[in-house]
């Protein structure tokens, strides 16, 4: 359940943050947005390992509630697989973001 969060976390800092202020920068550049964007991103970076260590740990532990052999694998499969979904999230944003600020920074050249 605390993945649910930490990945609206994720979403709200990559896509809201990274992405309007990489917007915002590629429609008007300054440097301050600029400055801006760095530790936005930085923050993006931070907060979705920050949620896959909890979905990793979460996975692991689920998996060694159960008995050992096939259902123990699919858990820990099926948990590690959902835990790299905000990694996926936040770098998608993240490139996107960094390619209009590529866009804003030819623009103001």
Do not use: D, N, Q
């Not at 590629?26 to 970076?45: H, K, Q, Y």
């Not at 996975?59 to 990694?87: D, Q």
């Amino acid at each position: 359940m605390i993945g649910i969060y930490l990945m609206g976390f994720v979403i709200l800092v990559s896509g809201v943050g990274v992405l309007g202020t990489a917007i915002a920068y590629a429609v008007r550049p300054t440097e301050r947005m600029l400055e801006l964007l760095r530790p936005l991103s930085l923050a993006a970076i931070f907060a979705a390992l920050c949620s896959f260590a909890v979905g990793a740990a979460t996975a692991l532990k689920f998996a060694a509630e159960r008995e050992s052999g096939a259902v123990a694998m699919h858990a820990l499969a099926a948990g590690l697989s959902e835990a790299f979904v905000p990694l996926f999230v936040a770098f998608a944003f993240l490139a996107v973001a960094w390619l209009l600020v590529t866009l804003g920074m030819r623009r103001r050249a």
